[in-house]
């Protein structure tokens, strides 16, 4: 079974408006972390956000937050007044077993988001 | 500081050649990862290191991939023989025991004709 699962192959958005992108995830983990990286054209995985099972908050980081729902095992990433540089591909990853050592992330197909004028 | 390093940034080899891929963790860091993106199967873990010794091996695809980690500022990845699905863009990163995310280098682009 697919432990990240990005729903989304592409998505637009208009600049300036919101834009969220979808990720589910399957662990039988208490104790696990998820996160966000943005690769733009250029090849470099980008840390966004992260966010821990245990945390109460929703993650924000400046325009970035988190939606995390631990019921339904999602954790969609919201990008608040999008800008052209925003174009790229955002995969979502997840760290089982914090507790236990683990520390390799599982990463999900990804989602191309394309920002127009 | 410079991030993870990774060289070279772009390899193109020819079928059966030895090709090693080299990365330079975050000073510091104690866990290092090598990554492997594809079209067809996306980002994949291939091992992972912790304080220079591998911990988790079970991604590397066959016997023709080695990596090392001969001491904390230095790994390689190794493919003897290239074959041209071995052709993907390699990404080394490291993390520190007490933070959450993992930096990623720029990768390596692999091309075998």
């Known amino acids: 079974a697919q432990k990240i699962t990005q729903t989304q192959p592409g998505m637009f958005v208009q600049e300036k408006e919101a834009v969220t992108l979808d990720c589910t995830y399957d662990t039988s983990d208490q104790s696990y972390g998820l996160f966000w990286y943005k690769q733009p054209s250029s090849g470099e995985m980008i840390f966004l956000i992260y966010q821990g099972s245990y945390d109460e908050q929703n993650a924000t980081e400046g325009r970035y937050s988190l939606n995390f729902q631990k019921a339904r095992k999602s954790a969609n990433l919201v990008i608040s007044a999008s800008q052209l540089g925003d174009s790229a591909m955002y995969f979502c990853a997840m760290r089982e077993s914090l507790q236990g050592g683990r520390r390799a992330l599982t990463f999900g197909s990804g989602t191309r988001l394309q920002v127009q004028p | ?113």
Not at chain 2, 14 to 24: A, D, W, Y
Not at chain 2, 67 to 94: G, H, W
Not at chain 2, 101 to 113: D, K, P
Request: charged share 20%; glycine share 6%.
């Open chain 2, 1 to 113: 500081d410079a991030g993870v390093i990774q060289s070279p940034r772009h390899e193109v080899t020819e079928m059966g050649q030895e090709v090693t891929l080299r990365c330079k963790p975050i000073s510091g860091h104690d866990y290092l990862f090598w990554y492997r993106q594809t079209m067809m199967r996306g980002l994949e873990l291939l091992i992972y290191f912790n304080n220079n010794v591998p911990i988790d091996d079970s991604g590397m695809p066959e016997d023709r991939f080695s990596a090392k980690m001969p001491n904390a500022s230095f790994s390689t990845l190794k493919i003897q023989p290239s074959e041209p699905r071995d052709s993907a863009v390699y990404f080394c990163a490291s993390s520190l025991l007490r933070t959450t995310e993992a930096f990623f280098g720029q990768g390596t682009r692999l091309t075998v004709v």
